[in-house]
């Protein structure tokens, strides 16, 4: 089992930025890609980042790609958003997950945390 917690989030206006942490525990953390989905009202759960187990390959969804990154710290068992230049199309409940392989859907994505809200005002 694999606990994961996301925090950061928060209400910002356009332009500006917030960075989501995402703290894991239980299982070797180095041994999962880590991603980030989000779920906006009325709309169901997107991709939106994903980092290999030791941190060399992201992807990105195209509508984030150059405003956000995604980055992870196996030392501190926590991977993080960095999100810049946001829009109000970004206000979503985002959520961290963790997956023994590298994957942009939620297939093989075992385990989540509860979510985390951002809000970005126009």
């Known amino acids: 089992q694999v606990q994961v917690v996301e925090s950061g989030g928060g209400l910002v206006q356009a332009g500006g930025s917030l960075r989501l942490s995402c703290a894991a525990s239980?299982?070797?953390?180095?041994?999962?890609?880590m991603g980030w989905f989000r779920q906006a009202p009325g709309k169901e759960r997107d991709f939106v980042a994903v980092?290999?187990?030791?941190?060399?390959?992201?992807y990105y969804t195209d509508s984030v790609k150059g405003r956000f990154t995604i980055s992870r710290d196996n030392a501190q068992n926590t991977v993080y958003l960095q999100m810049n230049s946001l829009k109000p199309e970004d206000t979503a409940v985002y959520y961290c997950a963790a997956a023994s392989e590298l994957g942009v859907t939620e297939y093989g994505y075992n385990y989540w945390g509860q979510g985390t809200q951002v809000t970005v005002s126009s």
């Open positions: 239980g299982r070797t953390f180095s041994n999962y890609a």
């Open positions: 980092i290999s187990r030791s941190g060399p390959t992201a």
